[in-house]
């Protein structure tokens, strides 16, 4: 290759990638598989949430048989949460009332088996696939008691509500970042 392709032609991106520094977890992108739990997951999407200060990135993970959600928020430090999305009405009709009824969901629900307790809620955006005009959204995080695992409620319309499920990770669980194309 000459002086002048090297500085002047077509980067080839698979070779600009440096392993030490670009194979991160906060930058993964489509198509890039990663190693968690015992399985293989390739990154089918890439969101992002923006709120008044704050940015938050989401990634959905897919094994094949199983997929979730992959967020990493700023706050204080790093956090990973990993979460699966469940039918709202799991959480049971008298939640969706009390909305309706108080403009909020109630402070503590009951999913599972498991009691969460509201700590956060706001306004914000949400940003699918790098978009940059966001659709506002309004979310409801809950913990329980451990604090390790979590619930969330976004309500998108005046009457269309998600729910997911999940729990706080470390980045350490991830392993054997690798780039492809996506197919």
Do not use: C
């Amino acid at each position: 290759m000459s002086l002048w392709q090297k500085l002047f032609g077509k980067k080839d991106e698979q070779a600009d990638l440096d392993p030490l520094s670009d194979l991160t977890l906060s930058n993964l992108k489509v198509g890039y598989l990663v190693d968690y739990d015992l399985k293989t997951w390739q990154v089918k999407g890439q969101s992002s949430y923006s709120f008044d200060d704050t940015k938050t990135q989401e990634w959905e993970l897919d094994a094949g048989d199983d997929a979730f959600f992959l967020e990493r928020e700023e706050d204080d430090g790093v956090e990973w949460n990993i979460s699966r999305k469940i039918d709202f009405s799991a959480l049971g009709q008298g939640v969706r009332a009390h909305i309706k009824q108080h403009d909020d969901p109630p402070e503590e629900i009951e999913y599972q088996g498991i009691r969460f307790r509201l700590v956060e809620s706001g306004a914000g955006y949400y940003h699918p696939n790098g978009r940059v005009a966001g659709d506002e959204m309004i979310y409801w995080d809950y913990t329980d008691v451990s604090e390790d695992n979590t619930l969330t409620i976004e309500q998108w319309d005046e009457d269309e509500f998600e729910a997911a499920v999940g729990k706080y990770v470390n980045e350490y669980e991830f392993s054997h970042i690798l780039p492809r194309e996506q197919s």
